[in-house]
């Protein structure tokens, strides 16, 4: 059973850190491209960065340069470090993976960019 399980969110004052962390089980890690998504309060959801098997990133404009994306293939995990946080990154940051054409998305977890 694919599991993906998102952790490291919370309330931070603009300008703060973060790094999210997303477990992954249930598929070989290593194989698959693992992606960050946003969403915030009455918005769409949006990509926000994404890491190939063999450690290729992409990262979408608003956040390029401030978050950072890696994988520990030990731990099947990925992360988000997320710097310079501003008010406009406030939002629920989803972990996702698509195996087989199929999406699995983890459940969330919420960053508040706030003073």
């Known amino acids: 059973q694919v599991q993906l399980v998102e952790s490291g969110g919370g309330l931070v004052q603009p300008g703060g850190s973060l790094r999210l962390s997303c477990a992954a089980s249930?598929?070989?890690?290593?194989?698959?491209?693992m992606i960050w998504y946003r969403q915030a309060p009455g918005k769409q959801r949006e990509l926000v960065a994404e890491?190939?098997?063999?450690?290729?990133?992409y990262y979408a404009k608003s956040i390029e340069g401030r978050f950072i994306i890696s994988r520990d293939n030990t731990k099947n995990t990925v992360y988000l470090q997320m710097n310079n946080l501003k008010p406009e990154d406030t939002a629920t940051y989803y972990c996702?993976?698509?195996?087989?054409?199929?999406?699995?998305w983890g459940k969330g977890t919420l960053v508040t960019v706030s003073s």
């Open positions: 996702k993976t698509n195996l087989r054409d199929i999406p699995y």
């Open positions: 249930g598929f070989t890690f290593s194989s698959a491209v």
């Open positions: 890491i190939a098997r063999a450690g290729t990133t």
